[in-house]
């Protein structure tokens, strides 16, 4: 994980060491009220790659995503969109580079699916909102995307859960940014409409070279989708790398407190974890977390 010098300056439109990363944090702080989430992280997001933040509960991971998105405004520290300070971005700018999918989205359910991917172009036309035929066509893909084209006179409501996903995800494509970051686009899905999302995730990195930073619960499902986990843990990063070097039953003990074995996936040879029980007070020696792939900022190491 590459770190961002203090002195970097927003000016900058490329990355000033030419890195290939497409968003990054430096030095990052950032919580609600008076709680402190994040503290002094720093992150770099390889442009064209999948990566998955995991962690427990209250880890800081959505916290982070929200961050990056300039949905939250940090307390310390600063995030750099393709090497310029995000804070300093015009909006509009910033929406036609990202796009986000926060948890649970809403929309009136009378909206039906073309008029809610219609919404996606909003930053790229005036404030008549007049289509063009490039806006048009940029939906019509989104649509085919996500196989949503047959669905685009239905309401809202009268979707199942994995259809409605691909609705709000094909909104976010309709935005045409090269980067798209979701958070925990599978929750409250079965399944078989989960890995809908994620076999469009892929398709999408694969086919389009989108980079893409989700959220995820399942630890199997990020080993499975995503070139890099990055692992939180009481607003900090404990863990960064492949899936292979990350899912250890060390990290699984240390962070989740659970006994696991990992195993290599029949069908792909991802890792896979499976947990047969609780780590307790033992699960690791003294508590410590070592021999985990993660690049620790001076400002956190001399903390």
């Not at 000033?16 to 992280?41: C, F, I, K, M």
């Not at 998955?52 to 959505?62: C, F, Y």
């Not at 892929?202 to 399942?218: A, K, S, Y």
Request: proline share 7%.
């Amino acid at each position: 994980m590459r770190l961002v010098p203090e002195d970097k300056q927003a000016e900058e439109t490329p990355n000033a060491t030419g890195s290939e990363s497409a968003l990054e944090s430096a030095d990052l702080s950032a919580g609600y009220g008076d709680r402190q989430v994040l503290e002094q992280l720093s992150l770099s997001i390889e442009r064209g790659s999948i990566t998955a933040l995991v962690g427990p509960n209250g880890s800081g991971k959505s916290t982070m995503l929200k961050a990056l998105a300039r949905m939250l405004h940090p307390r310390h520290g600063a995030v750099y969109l393709g090497g310029r300070d995000i804070a300093r971005l015009p909006t509009r700018e910033v929406a036609r580079r990202l796009a986000i999918l926060p948890q649970a989205p809403t929309a009136p359910e009378e909206l039906t699916v073309a008029e809610l991917v219609e919404r996606g172009r909003y930053p790229h036309v005036g404030p008549l909102r007049l289509f063009s035929d490039a806006d048009r066509s940029a939906i019509a893909r989104a649509l085919t995307a996500t196989q949503m084209t047959e669905f685009r006179a239905r309401p809202l409501d009268s979707l199942s859960g994995g259809e409605r996903q691909r609705a709000w995800i094909a909104l976010a494509l309709a935005q045409e940014t090269p980067i798209l970051l979701l958070d925990e686009p599978t929750t409250y899905l079965d399944v078989g409409h989960q890995f809908e999302v994620l076999d469009l995730v892929r398709q999408l990195n694969i086919e389009q070279g989108m980079t893409i930073v989700l959220v995820l619960h399942d630890l199997n499902q990020a080993a499975r989708f995503s070139h890099r986990m990055v692992v939180f843990e009481e607003g900090h990063i404990v863990a960064d790398g492949s899936p292979g070097d990350v899912l250890t039953p060390k990290m699984l003990a240390r962070v989740f407190n659970v006994r696991a074995h990992v195993v290599p996936h029949p069908e792909d040879g991802s890792p896979v974890c499976l947990p047969y029980g609780l780590a307790g007070v033992d699960g690791v020696e003294n508590g410590a977390l070592t021999g985990l792939p993660v690049s620790v900022p001076e400002a956190q190491a001399s903390g």
